[in-house]
């Protein structure tokens, strides 16, 4: 059994770390109503690295956002540990939140007048158990870049900076959407190079949603959405690094 293998059965030997049952999302209601997500049964276990493929109008984001608490599900069950975040109170999903998940969009939203290390400090400041900016800089290779404005560096270079303040906080789950949707190929690869450092080093559950076929190469695991369900999963026998996937 090669060393892939072996990290994957480690993987999934551990409990999930979020279980997803009967999820169902509507919107509306009556004949507008409209099912974003239709009783997902889904389990995502640490250290993890999973991509979600599907047309738009598939349920990816609405899946993501149930994932990150950003939304309440309108039926079914999801389970971070012992927390039922379908059933937990705004300040429960505002805790989880703040502590235990890193967002990562297609644009960058860092706040222009803050040097990259100061836009990751805002979010070491109210994190349980930061690590420096520094530390999250390096990790994804901005060691030299911490005291640069946004207006100073660029697209490639935002989105990581994004991803350290992300990752800052520790969390053990990590949720990007659309991460390399607004940069060119190289630019993206570097991206992806280093959100999948983050997932490498430390650990991190990271779900990746993307139009993009190819950057499922790289995971461990590719889940493809269709009209809210999920329709097929797929596990990649070994994960093809970010330069070496076939754009």
């Known amino acids: 059994m090669n060393a892939e293998a072996l990290r994957l059965e480690s993987t999934e030997a551990s409990p999930p770390l979020l279980r997803a049952r009967g999820l169902t999302k509507v919107y509306g209601s009556g004949p507008a109503a409209v099912r974003a997500l239709d009783g997902v049964d889904l389990d995502l276990y640490p250290g993890e690295f999973v991509v979600l493929l599907g047309p738009s109008g598939s349920g990816k984001t609405t899946l993501l956002n149930q994932l990150g608490g950003l939304d309440v599900p309108t039926a079914g069950d999801l389970w971070f540990g012992s927390l039922n975040l379908a059933r937990a109170s705004e300040a429960e999903r505002t805790l989880y939140r703040r502590n235990a998940v890193g967002f990562v969009f297609q644009f960058y939203n860092l706040i222009p007048?803050?040097?990259a290390r100061e836009n990751v400090a805002l979010i070491t400041e109210i994190a349980a158990r930061p690590m420096d900016p520094e530390e999250a800089l390096r990790l994804v290779q901005l060691g030299e870049r911490l005291d640069h404005f946004p207006s100073q560096l660029s697209g490639g270079e935002q989105q990581r900076v994004a991803i350290a303040r992300a990752i800052a906080k520790r969390p053990a789950v990590l949720l990007c959407d659309e991460p390399t949707g607004a940069l060119d190929v190289r630019t993206g690869v570097a991206v992806l190079e280093a959100i999948e450092r983050?997932?490498?080093?430390?650990?991190?559950?990271?779900?990746?949603?993307?139009?993009?076929?190819?950057?499922?190469?790289?995971?461990?695991?590719?889940?493809?959405?269709?009209?809210?369900?999920?329709?097929?999963?797929?596990?990649?026998?070994q994960r093809v690094p970010p330069r070496a996937l076939q754009w």
């Open 113 to 115: 007048s803050l040097t």
């Open 198 to 237: 983050v997932n490498r080093e430390l650990g991190t559950l990271t779900v990746v949603i993307t139009h993009n076929a190819v950057i499922a190469d790289m995971a461990d695991r590719v889940i493809h959405l269709m009209d809210g369900r999920i329709q097929h999963q797929r596990r990649n026998p």
